[in-house]
């Protein structure tokens, strides 16, 4: 079935309508190469690992670019948690198991239960 013209009405307020912001610029303090920029507009499912891994650098050099980005203060606490080691700390002791159960090595195991 045909379809009739949009009415003069709609076309005018469309017209009257205020356009669009253009969307912010990628990297307002230009701190990112050409290549940087490219794999942040790539689609990421058409990037293999190791451009995955240059991507998220580049996110994060964008991030510590801004000192206003909400991002910032979390990736400077982690940054200060690796270099005292702290992070190294926490992650053997959620691995371990010793985070779910912190009393568990303060047990002694049951007489023969290690035993065939």
């Known amino acids: 079935a045909p379809t009739s013209p949009p009415s003069s009405s709609v076309a005018a307020r469309a017209a009257?309508?205020?356009a669009p912001e253009p969307p912010?610029?990628?990297d307002p303090a230009g701190v990112l190469d050409q290549q940087e920029r490219w794999l942040?507009?790539?689609d990421d499912a058409m990037l293999d690992r190791e451009q995955r891994i240059a991507r998220a650098y580049a996110q994060r050099k964008?991030?510590?670019?801004d000192p206003e980005h909400p991002l910032r203060?979390?990736?400077e606490r982690l940054d200060e948690d690796v270099a005292s080691g702290a992070y190294t700390k926490?992650?053997?002791d959620m691995w371990s198991g010793?985070?779910?159960f912190p009393d568990r090595d303060d047990?002694?195991?049951e007489a023969g239960a290690d035993s065939p």
Do not use: N
Not at 62 to 65: G, K, P
């Open 16 to 18: 009257r309508a205020p």
């Open 24 to 26: 912010p610029p990628l």
């Open 40 to 42: 942040l507009e790539a």
């Open 62 to 65: 964008l991030v510590m670019a």
């Open 73 to 75: 203060p979390v990736l």
């Open 90 to 92: 926490m992650s053997q």
């Open 98 to 100: 010793r985070t779910a």
């Open 107 to 109: 047990e002694a195991p």
